[in-house]
């Protein structure tokens, strides 16, 4: 699986930004996915996940609120609307799928990966 990030700017606080990750290579829909950020000199942190059916999303509490995981199936591609942005939500942002259950941040560290996008909000 082949993953793309797009959708990354830089954007004042309060601001929105919404990223995209399109896949190919294989329909995603058997896929666990989600995304995670990482910021110069911190640890990689989960963000958010969401189930193969877009059923259950799950967020990291410092985004709850805020950010909204989905997926289009029939696109192969996966979203992340963030909204009310805040200066420490600047980090490049990943996506990462996997297919093995339980769908949960520590199984997508192990699974594919995109390059990133980078979220700068000032």
């Known amino acids: 699986v082949q993953l793309v990030e797009s959708g990354g700017g830089s954007v004042q606080a309060g601001g929105s930004l919404r990223l995209s990750c399109a896949a190919s290579?294989?329909?995603?829909?058997?896929?666990?996915m989600g995304w995670f950020r990482q910021a110069p000199g911190k640890e990689r942190e989960g963000v958010a996940h969401?189930?193969?059916?877009?059923?259950?999303?799950t967020y990291a509490d410092s985004v709850k609120g805020r950010f909204t995981i989905s997926r289009d199936n029939g696109r192969n591609t996966l979203y992340l609307q963030m909204d009310d942005l805040k200066p420490e939500d600047s980090a490049t942002y990943y996506c990462?799928?996997?297919?093995?259950?339980?769908?949960?941040?520590?199984?997508?560290?192990?699974?594919?990966w995109g390059r990133g996008t980078q979220v700068t909000v000032s």
């Open positions: 990462a799928a996997h297919n093995v259950y339980p769908c949960d941040f520590e199984g997508l560290k192990s699974g594919c």
């Open positions: 290579g294989y329909t995603l829909s058997s896929f666990c």
């Open positions: 969401i189930d193969t059916l877009g059923s259950i999303t």
